[in-house]
Every structure is written in C-alpha cells, then in structure tokens.
C-alpha cells in the first residue's frame, strides 16, 4: 500500500472508531466512567483494536466532543496525561 492511503484510510478509519465507540458508550454511564478513565482499555476491549497515542488522542477527542459535558472535561484530563507522557502538545 502506499503511504498516502494509509494515511487516508487512518482518517476513515479513526471517524469509523468514533462512530462505533459513541454509538456504544450513549446511555451507558459505566462504560463512559471506564473510557474516561481508561480509554485505550475500553477501544480494545469493545473493538479490539490497539491504537498507539496519536491516534488514541484523536478518537478520545472525536467521542467527548460528541458526548460532551463531564464527558469531555473527564476524558480531556486523561487525554492530558497521555499528551505529557508522550511529548505532543
């Protein structure tokens, strides 16, 4: 594959993740409390997927701000940590 598709197909592919992931998290305060506080662990343990922290930041960016409210302000500390863990401003 060339670069240029993968780097198109990871913009899909991250929109597919924050589709599926919302579409799983409404309603359900548990599993929002769980990616809050553990975002990587809940995208693997729903989809089954590993993402490494760029594209984790992305989709916690892309599911809190289609969540909102204490959504957002919770996931956005824990996304936070992993952007100081990492060096990404």
């Known amino acids: 594959m060339h670069p240029e598709n993968l780097t198109g197909g990871l913009v899909m592919d991250?929109?597919?993740i924050i589709?599926?992931?919302v579409g799983k998290?409404?309603?359900n305060k548990d599993l929002?409390?769980?990616?809050?506080s553990d975002p990587l662990s809940v995208v693997k343990d729903l989809l089954g997927?590993?993402?490494d922290p760029s594209q984790l930041s992305e989709?916690?960016?892309?599911?809190t701000s289609q969540l909102g409210g204490d959504v957002a302000k919770q996931a956005?500390?824990?996304l936070g940590k992993i952007k100081s863990l990492?060096?990404?401003?």
């Open 14 to 16: 991250i929109q597919k």
């Open 19 to 21: 589709s599926e992931l």
């Open 25 to 27: 998290l409404t309603g």
């Open 32 to 36: 929002i409390s769980k990616f809050t």
């Open 49 to 51: 997927i590993d993402l």
């Open 59 to 63: 989709v916690v960016k892309g599911v």
């Open 76 to 78: 956005g500390g824990f």
């Open 86 to 89: 990492f060096g990404i401003k």
